[in-house]
C-alpha cells in the first residue's frame, strides 16, 4: 500500500498497520497481540521518528504486515520493521543500514542522490 497524501489513522487493507503522517510528523502504528495461558494482549505499538519532515516526493510504502518503508523526499528512509516473539513484541527503526534489500517500489521511488548514497554503503 502506498501513501503519498497526508493524513491520520491510514488503515492498511490487512489492518496490521495504521499511519498518521503530516509534514512533519510520520507515526506508526502496528497491530500486535499474543496470548499465553490466563493472559491475552491486543492493541497497536506507535512509534515515532523524531525528524521527519516531508518534502516533495515523500511517501510511505507498507510492504507487509511487518515492514512499513517511509521516504522524506530528500535523505531521510525508514524501515520500520515489527517482530514479536510468543508475548514479546519488539518494533526496529532502521535508517541507511537495512537488514533486508530495499523493495524495487521503494528504490525507484526515491531521488537519484539518495540512490548513489545508499549504493556507496
Not at 40 to 55: K, N
Not at 93 to 112: H, M, N, Q, W
Request: net charge negative; glycine share 8%; with cysteine.
Amino acid at each position: 500500500m502506498l501513501i503519498t497524501t497526508p493524513g491520520t489513522n491510514i488503515l492498511s487493507q490487512d489492518r496490521f498497520w495504521e499511519i498518521d503522517v503530516s509534514t512533519t510528523l510520520l507515526n506508526f502504528k502496528h497491530f500486535a497481540s499474543s496470548s499465553s495461558p490466563g493472559e491475552s494482549m491486543s492493541g497497536f505499538v506507535s512509534t515515532t521518528p523524531q525528524g521527519w519532515e516531508a518534502h516533495p516526493g515523500w511517501f510511505v510504502l507498507i510492504e507487509n504486515e511487518f515492514r512499513t518503508w517511509a521516504y522524506d523526499g530528500d535523505r531521510v528512509l525508514i524501515l520500520q520493521e515489527e517482530t514479536s516473539e510468543g508475548a514479546r513484541f519488539k518494533g526496529t527503526t532502521y535508517g541507511d543500514k537495512f537488514p533486508c534489500p530495499i523493495p524495487a517500489e521503494v528504490f525507484s521511488r526515491l531521488s537519484e542522490q539518495k540512490k548513489k548514497q545508499l549504493q556507496n554503503l
